[in-house]
């Protein structure tokens, strides 16, 4: 049987979904006067964040998601739809950001020069932020990838597939410090008249402490979101799947 998952991860986890919600709005609403489009960008950032904070730590959210092959197997669906979400929102925002680069005729790396000076016109967290954005949309897609894989694999007991996505959910979690730490990143390219410097530091601290502690919580108890169709198989399983996610 299955173990339960600890009374304290549980409400560790549901605590980490409503921060991650409240913080995603917040950011969203402080830029809602922005141009549609660089608004857009905030969103769907945000957005993503957000969704890799709630599938990463959904599945310790009820007392045993792995109570038998059905419970399992809603609940690794349910992980998959949310990290697709958090795919689409990725893709949403970038479509947004490089439309706007597109319509002002701004580099889509953030490296504008200003003629006169000959020197970079946006600071060093927005190039920063640009460079970082794009390696985690190569992983971010990647992963989604692996995890279909490892979907198929568990679920048809192929362990040749499963044996193959040994690294999802460690990759799984660089993306949320790497997502974490890249929102935490371009709020400071913006300055006080548009972003607070009160309200700055509330949105650094919980983007990046809200990631380590969803990592933390994936990291805790059994996470292994074993499919159990075939009883005889269980050992089988445990050794060919390496994956917490």
């Known amino acids: 049987m299955a173990p339960s998952t600890p009374f304290l991860l549980r409400i560790g986890a549901a605590v980490v979904v409503i921060l991650s919600v409240v913080t995603a709005f917040t950011i969203s609403h402080t830029f809602s006067a922005m141009p549609p489009l ?8 945000s957005a993503f964040w957000c969704f890799m904070v709630i599938g990463s730590v959904m599945y310790k959210l009820p007392e045993n998601a ?7 197997r809603l609940w690794r669906m349910a992980h998959g739809i949310v990290m697709s979400l958090a795919c689409i929102a990725a893709g949403v925002g970038f479509w947004a950001i490089y439309s706007n680069h597109v319509n002002l005729g701004q ?4 490296l504008d020069v200003n003629p006169a000076t000959n020197e ?11 460079f970082v954005g794009y390696a985690i949309l190569l992983l971010l897609f990647f992963n989604l ?8 694999g568990l679920s048809s007991m192929k362990f040749d597939l499963i044996s193959r996505t040994k690294n999802h959910a460690n990759q799984g979690r660089i993306l949320l410090l790497l997502g974490g730490a890249n929102v935490a990143i371009v709020l400071q390219a913006f300055p006080a008249v548009v972003l ?16 380590l502690l969803a990592i933390s919580i994936t990291m805790g108890g059994s996470a292994k979101a074993r499919e159990v169709v075939h009883p ?11 994956g917490r996610l």
């Open 232 to 242: 005889h198989l269980e050992e089988q399983t445990s050794s060919a799947e390496y």
């Open 196 to 211: 607070p410097t009160r309200t700055f530091w509330l949105l650094e601290a919980a983007c990046l402490g809200i990631s």
């Open 66 to 72: 792995k109570a038998n092959g059905d419970t399992t």
């Open 145 to 152: 990838c692996m995890g279909l894989m490892k979907y198929v």
């Open 120 to 130: 970079y016109i946006n600071p060093w967290s927005k190039i920063i932020h640009v």
């Open 107 to 110: 580099s889509q790396l953030g």
């Open 38 to 45: 660089f608004w857009g960008h905030i969103a769907g950032m």
